[in-house]
């Protein structure tokens, strides 16, 4: 038997041995990448792949409109999708931890059922319920438009804020509230003046997760964003990748985690200056 044929057959049984382990399967992915990058640069006459480093301080030069475009549409979305959440989730919060009635702990899991449920499913459920003009829409349909992506982030969001605020109110004594109300002020003022400033850290805390959740959200947004115009950072990110452009979604990628770097420095700076809303 010659040696080329031994060769063959040792790489053969070689073959059969790991072909079906995860280390053989991981190898064979990374050299069929290095392969594509190899071919790619051979294709496009470059001879390194473009670090991302580069790329930002390209972006950072060529600054525009379009260059601007998904991080304002991730901002402005997120504080939109933000402010609902905090005003449904301290008027829910408040509801369930001052007042008795029947069926509190299914209003609790209604509320939070959104947060367990899976993206995809909260955006068939969006485009199920928008797709057509209804009450809840004010006879507007919403699939397709820039208010649905915003929607979706209140929708899955909203929890958190719930659920923060409720911990932050379960720990104060509603003799507060109670004390204020006997000397003269009004549900309103107490609520205004004593509680909501202590409610304040969790609040923050609530909101804070909800922006950043919504600045990285992708599985309910691949679903529903249509308009090129009104792509997030996280459709710009995947939309460089798949045409191929690794560096300039890698790029993309590093003002992501800037910006949840400097919404979580902001925040903790805010609640270090003490509360601002104290009476």
């Excluded at 549409?73 to 504080?79: D, E, I, K, T």
């Excluded at 209140?154 to 720990?171: D, K």
């Excluded at 997760?209 to 997030?232: D, M, Q, S, W």
Aim: aromatic share 10%; proline share 5%.
């Amino acid at each position: 038997m010659s040696a080329v044929a031994t060769i063959g057959i040792g790489w053969s049984s070689g073959c059969r041995k790991v072909e079906t382990t995860p280390l053989f399967a991981a190898s064979t992915s990374h050299v069929a990448f290095s392969m594509n990058q190899a071919a790619r640069r051979k294709a496009t006459g470059t001879g390194t792949v473009r670090r991302p480093a580069s790329v930002i301080l390209e972006l950072l030069s060529k600054l525009n409109s379009a260059t601007w475009a998904p991080i304002q549409n991730s901002l402005v979305m997120s504080a939109i999708a933000v402010c609902g959440a905090v005003l449904l989730g301290v008027s829910c919060a408040y509801v369930l931890g001052r007042m008795n009635f029947r069926g509190k702990t299914i209003f609790d899991i209604a509320i939070m059922l959104p947060w367990a449920l899976p993206g995809t499913v909260v955006a068939f459920n969006l485009i199920k319920a928008f797709n057509a003009p209804s009450v809840f829409s004010f006879g507007q349909t919403l699939v397709g438009t820039y208010a649905i992506v915003p929607l979706a982030y209140f929708v899955r969001f909203s929890p958190l804020v719930f659920r923060s605020t409720a911990a932050s109110l379960s720990q104060l004594d509603p003799s507060i509230e109670e004390a204020a109300r006997s000397l003269g002020s009004s549900w309103l003022y107490a609520f205004r003046r004593i509680t909501l400033p202590l409610l304040y850290p969790g609040i923050a805390a609530g909101a804070l997760l909800a922006f950043v959740n919504g600045i990285g959200e992708f599985v309910a947004t691949i679903l529903l964003h249509v308009h090129p115009k009104y792509r997030p950072l996280s459709i710009a990110i995947f939309d460089e990748f798949y045409r191929g452009n690794f560096g300039t979604a890698a790029a993309w990628g590093v003002v992501q985690v800037v910006l949840v770097l400097l919404v979580v420095i902001a925040t903790r700076r805010v609640q270090r200056q003490g509360n601002w809303m104290k009476p």
